[in-house]
């Protein structure tokens, strides 16, 4: 069976990457003062600001009343807004409409979310006689010659974004580290038509190909005809980049064949066909990321390699270099010994991406969602509000508590909605996510967490202390936000009765002690403690209070789907549950009153507070949402009968239905099992959740469950600040309530306003003597202050040659308030050659995880 997206939010524990990860471009010149820049709306801050910034409040849940979502073209959003229709529109706009929005007088929200590029077809087809050009990784690797990133920057997206090249996000955190690497190949793939004209005759000629008199490619005397599948839809980019790019291929002798397709219509083809049937050669892709990313060494592996959380083709058809292959695995697993080996292999991954480039990088967009002057709205910097974890808990009106707001967005219902295997859409999650607890954006496993706007770490959501140990020597910042116990230790045993595994024959977990009879240790522990009333102040949107066997049903669940001998099993399932095993080594429950919950792995992030796994009962594989107990139950079982299917794969292989919690025929199904478990009084699991539950929680559930879907009409609920109260799948709406019963009131995460970003200018002498040392100063602002010298982690300077070539990285000194230095010395300015050179800064703050670059041209004398 042909495998689609199968994301695992455990196995991201494993892969430490995120399903919708931003990756990198190569940056401009221009200094960050030239760059867009935000308004003074309201947005997020990094940490608490002071308690007098904070509105007083005795309102619990949401700052609203209602919210209502509708789906608006994004050529409308900016007029419906100005007409009152739409109070915010919520959905990211690219950068060539900031002109318009600045004209039309109103707020934005600004991120460095989302990418777009070519996504390529690796796979030789079946039908021999049709020649596959990207089944050639050389012919591949020249595309990004090919394409001049920087004018489709300019003119397709109004200079406002990144030209990019890497899979790693352009100027964050992981760009800066390695900038020097990141430098260097800009500067060897830069725009060459004509270098990429010669390696792709070079290949093609070798794979059987001829070039016609007419200067187009053939194969068996037929015309090598390329299917572009363009999207058409979303913020409107796509298109002309599609366009350009055909445009460009059909210079070096290809026909292009430009097929124009919604994201409904082009997913099923990009992601739900076989790579080798031959439906598609190149596919304009855009990914958002789910936060604020802090680590991309895991982007190797999901961008690149059979190996993929994405589980499906094109990744699983690509044949990669044995080299990048396991960098890639290895990286992601975290198999390096300290930070330094990790740098370099990602460094040497850079390189071999290039050469592999199942995707070729475009853009990394600055972009822009629009707002009326009387709202108010958090956002993550990286990625935008629908993909903040706190932005629907902040949503307001300015200077009010209430009211009901009106939002648009690019879509609704792209796919059906349940957490197993449902819709991963970034308007379908940001809904999900406001029924929800907060993550940090790194995986669910975090869900319990909130997610930091603008640094990507986590801070203590709904438990009441963690701890973290793990394995003297590894590569962890330690408690950057000091709210978490670390301890490094010799060795992290894992206890016998630890569950590694599941049986589902049995129906139980497996014990360390079955699994591991001489005993096992890991890499990281984490301990997380809930507050002793969790039970009575946490309450699922049906009225019932949350139970460890809420708990418990998630990670079984995870398990249960990827085991052949289940009643549930799922072919795409058991690739991540076979991705996650490995490097996982235990959880249990210490304590079930205070819930007390520790976890074992192999896997680590180099940032503590990432490794704190709550285990919070959030979709267990990676997609948004909560699951109660009792909906997986009544699912499993419509999916075990054969009626229903979590996963479009399975549900297409069976011709059967998707599980939708939230519309369709599904609904009518799920009601029969509903009504059968109450019924029986069914325990899912019941070898393992019998001794979570008691009689009367069972039947209070069901009853519970039976009267929200007799008076909501579906069966999505969850835990967060709003409830989902009406539905309209046709009609693309649906209405969000604020719900009263959350514990914690609405002003908890308000002090996040106002983001420490830096501004940074460099000055020096306009001419240089080669082979004499040259100073240069920095001035780091906030504002119209000096940026805290205690608050910068790093400045770090690259120089370059006339080529454009690395010849020296260092780190600047501090000489004041805001204030460093750059020293060149007679070695590093002896490297220079006659004529221009450049310097280049990057300024690391720590309250933000966005540095700030500038550069500063001079001349070069002998």
């Known amino acids: 069976m042909k495998m689609k997206k199968a994301f695992s939010a455990l196995s991201l524990l494993v892969i430490l990457g995120m399903l919708l990860v931003a990756c990198a471009p190569a940056a401009t010149d221009a200094p960050v003062e030239d760059q867009p820049v935000m308004t003074d709306e309201p947005t997020a801050t990094d940490a ?35 007409a009152g229709a739409i109070d915010f529109y919520s959905f990211n706009l690219s950068s060539n409409t900031l002109q318009e929005i600045k004209d039309a007088g109103l707020n934005y929200t600004q991120s460095y979310g989302g990418n777009y590029g070519v996504s390529l077809n690796p796979a030789a087809f079946d039908d021999a006689t049709r020649l596959n050009p990207f089944s050639n990784r050389k012919i591949r690797e020249s595309l990004n010659w090919l394409i001049d990133r920087n004018y489709v920057n300019q003119e397709i997206y109004g200079g406002g974004s990144l030209p990019k090249l890497l899979p790693i996000t352009t100027q964050l955190v992981e760009y800066t580290n390695l900038v020097d690497t990141a430098r260097a190949l800009e500067t060897k793939y830069a725009f060459d038509l004509e270098k990429a004209r010669a390696q792709i005759a070079t290949e093609m000629e070798a794979m059987g190909a001829t070039l016609g008199d007419d200067g187009k490619w053939q194969f068996n005397g037929e015309p090598v005809v390329l299917t572009f599948l363009i999207r058409s839809d979303g913020d409107g980019t796509r298109k002309p980049m599609g366009d350009y790019v055909s445009n460009q291929l059909e210079e070096v002798g290809f026909t292009v064949d430009r097929q124009y397709k919604t994201a409904s219509e082009a997913f099923p083809i990009w992601l739900g066909s076989v790579a080798s049937e031959g439906q598609w050669h190149l596919y304009t892709a855009g990914y958002l990321p789910s936060g604020l990313t802090r680590d991309e060494k895991a982007n190797i592996q999901q961008y690149y390699l059979p190996t993929s959380v994405q589980a499906s083709d094109p990744f699983i058809s690509n044949v990669a270099d044995p080299e990048l292959q396991q960098l890639g695995d290895d990286l992601a697993q975290g198999n390096f010994a300290n930070k330094e080996e990790r740098d370099a292999m990602l460094a040497r991954a850079l390189e071999l991406s290039l050469e592999d480039s199942l995707f070729v990088w475009v853009v990394d967009q600055l972009v822009y969602a629009p707002y009326n002057s009387n709202v108010s709205v958090t956002y993550d910097l990286a990625a935008g509000y629908e993909a903040a974890f706190m932005g629907n808990y902040n949503l307001r009106f300015v200077d009010q508590e209430g009211g009901t707001m009106k939002v648009g967005t690019n879509d609704l219902f792209t796919q059906p909605w349940n957490t197993i295997a449902g819709s991963n859409w970034v308007w379908d999650s940001n809904i999900m996510r406001a029924t929800s607890q907060g993550a940090t954006g790194a995986s669910s496993s975090t869900a319990g967490m909130m997610g930091d706007p603008y640094t990507g770490l986590g801070w203590p959501h709904r438990f009441e202390s963690a701890s973290l140990e793990y394995v003297a020597g590894l590569p962890i910042t330690d408690n950057n936000l000091g709210w978490l116990d670390v301890q490094e230790v010799p060795e992290v045993p894992v206890p016998e009765d630890a569950w590694v595994d599941w049986d589902a024959t049995t129906q139980t977990f497996i014990t360390a002690a079955q699994k591991f009879p001489d005993g096992t240790t890991a890499k990281t522990k984490s301990t997380v403690v809930y507050p002793a009333d969790l039970y009575e102040t946490v309450k699922w949107h049906d009225g019932s209070p949350i139970s460890a066997a809420d708990f418990v049903m998630a990670f079984a669940i995870f398990l249960d789907r990827g085991k052949p001998e289940s009643a549930i099993y799922d072919e795409a399932g058991a690739l991540s549950v076979d991705a996650f095993l490995p490097s996982f080594k235990g959880w249990r429950i210490t304590s079930t009153e205070p819930l007390t919950i520790e976890y074992y792995s192999d896997t680590y992030a180099a940032d503590a507070e990432l490794n704190v796994a709550p285990l919070w009962p959030a979709s267990p594989t990676g997609l948004s949402g909560e699951n109660s107990w009792q909906v997986l139950a009544i699912s499993n079982l419509a999916e075990a009968a054969g009626e229903l299917a979590y996963s479009s794969d399975k549900a297409d292989a069976l011709t059967i239905e998707q599980i939708s919690w939230v519309g369709g025929p599904s609904l009518e199904i799920l009601k029969k099992y509903l009504d059968q478990a109450q019924a029986e009084s069914y325990i899912p699991y019941e070898a393992t959740l019998s001794q979570y539950l008691t009689p009367e929680e069972v039947a209070s559930r069901y009853e519970n469950f039976s009267k929200w879907y007799a008076d909501h ?32 009131l609405a002003n908890r995460w308000s002090s996040f306003s106002d983001p420490q970003r830096a501004r940074v200018i460099l000055d020096g002498p306009g001419q240089v003597t080669s082979g004499q040392e040259a100073a240069f100063d920095v001035t780091v602002n906030f504002g119209d202050e000096a940026y805290p010298t205690a608050d910068i982690k790093q400045v770090k300077y690259i120089l370059y040659g006339s080529l454009g070539d690395v010849l020296a990285v260092g780190d600047a000194e501090a000489v004041g308030e805001g204030q460093f230095q750059v020293t060149l010395d007679a070695d590093a300015t002896s490297k220079l050659e006659t004529g221009s050179a450049k310097l280049e800064v990057a300024v690391v703050p720590i309250p933000v995880a966005i540095p700030a670059f500038t550069s500063f041209e001079f001349v070069v004398v002998k």
Request: zero cysteines; hydrophobic letters at 35%.
């Open 48 to 82: 608490p600001a002071a308690e007098d910034d904070v509105p007083a409040t005795e309102r619990h849940g949401g700052w609203l009343d209602e919210i209502d979502f509708s789906v608006v073209s994004s050529d409308s959003a900016v007029s419906q807004l100005q």
């Open 713 to 744: 009409g579906h069966f999505w609920i969850g835990t967060g600040p709003y409830y989902l109260d009406q539905v309209f799948t046709t009609e693309k709406s649906l209405v969000l309530k604020n719900n009263e019963e959350f514990p914690d």
